[in-house]
């Protein structure tokens, strides 16, 4: 039973397609991504550019890292597109789990922006260079408009799609890293001390780190296929042993399909038979708007000596 599925392994199959009509595709965030990658390309030229002419290696090491989210918005718009491709004999899932593959990379991309920072604070540190501050200033000024714009644009998706967070918190970061640039430029046009440029760009990579870890835990965490985040095995496991006529709950299983959509199986033993049709929907509507898990399936058994070719 997947939202209108049911699977009555002790008796037959029984698929219906009717009265769950649920669409759980990602939302569509094609716009976003194309604002982004547009005004951040276009940035990461000027900035590169300016960078050179000023000799601020601190905008071009921030036109590294743009150049970087630019190619993680690219692969979270790849994934995001790939996940609505219809299901077909080889990948009966689709290609939904894409999108778990792309927040892994874009954690992955974050970590090697860190230590381009970092290489290059740790150089500053030993080897400070003047540079022209009010440069510095405005060119970073305009990266933080670009990137908080950028980064609003994913802002209604973060909470609920662990793709649309690494594309948020790619914009925020780069938002953070022009500010770091701003201020510094600004303190070393008011004091000339060159150390506040490489201290600030510490105190940079420390947040943009924090961020970072939790992408990659949780991205890592989907990869292996742990139970998502804000759903309890334990509860599931309660709910469905409190339903009238079952037993024992025995085979359960609950994995992210992508960063938007939960799957289950679960084995029921119900002595008394299986309950019918209606059983099964209404077992599916309560898990998909009280637990969050969107593609159930339920096996019902009468007995579990009966078992025979199950999943461990």
């Given at each position: 039973m ?9 008796g ?15 939302k ?6 194309l ?23 601190a905008?071009?090491?921030d036109a590294g890292?743009?150049l970087s989210?630019v190619?993680?918005?690219l ?12 299901p ?25 922006a860190i ?19 009010m ?5 970073a000024?305009?990266?933080i408009a670009?990137?908080t714009?950028?980064?609003?644009l ?9 793709n ?32 506040i ?5 510490l ?6 780190a ?8 949780d ?17 599931v496991?309660?709910?469905?042993a ?6 024992a ?5 609950i ?5 938007t ?10 002595p ?9 929907y209404e ?12 593609h159930?399936t ?15």
């Amino acid at each position: 039973m997947g939202i209108g599925h049911s699977h009555d392994h002790a008796g037959g199959h029984d698929h219906d397609h009717s009265g769950h009509g649920h669409s759980h595709a990602p939302k569509d965030f094609g716009r976003a991504f194309l604002i982004g990658i547009i005004l951040n390309t276009g940035f990461v030229f000027v900035e590169a550019v300016y960078g050179w002419i000023s000799g601020s290696m601190a905008l071009i090491a921030d036109a590294g890292h743009n150049l970087s989210d630019v190619l993680a918005l690219l692969l979270a718009w790849g994934a995001s597109v790939a996940a609505k491709r219809p299901p077909n004999e080889r990948f009966t899932y689709g290609y939904k789990s894409s999108t778990i593959l792309a927040a892994l990379a874009n954690a992955a991309l974050l970590l090697i922006a860190i230590g381009a920072i970092a290489f290059e604070t740790a150089h500053r540190i030993s080897n400070p260079q003047p540079v022209q501050g009010m440069t510095m200033v405005i060119v970073a000024g305009i990266g933080i408009a670009i990137n908080t714009g950028t980064a609003l644009l994913f802002l209604r998706g973060r909470e609920h799609d662990l793709n649309i967070r690494g594309a948020f918190l790619h914009m925020a970061a780069d938002a953070l890293v022009s500010l770091g640039v701003v201020l510094a430029g600004i303190a070393i046009i008011y004091t000339g001390a060159l150390w506040i440029d490489p201290a600030v760009s510490l105190v940079i990579v420390a947040v943009i780190a924090w961020g970072t870890w939790g992408l990659l835990k949780d991205s890592v965490a989907m990869s292996l296929l742990a139970v998502p985040k804000g759903i309890s095995e334990k509860s599931v496991r309660t709910y469905l042993a409190s339903l009238d006529g079952v037993e024992a709950v025995h085979d359960l299983h609950i994995w992210p399909m992508s960063t938007t959509e939960t799957a289950l199986t679960a084995h029921l033993v119900m002595p008394a038979g299986h309950p019918g049709d209606e059983f099964l929907y209404e077992v599916a509507d309560e898990l998909e708007h009280h637990h969050r898990i969107q593609h159930a399936t339920i096996q019902i058994e009468k007995t579990r000596s009966q078992r025979s070719n199950f999943c461990a």
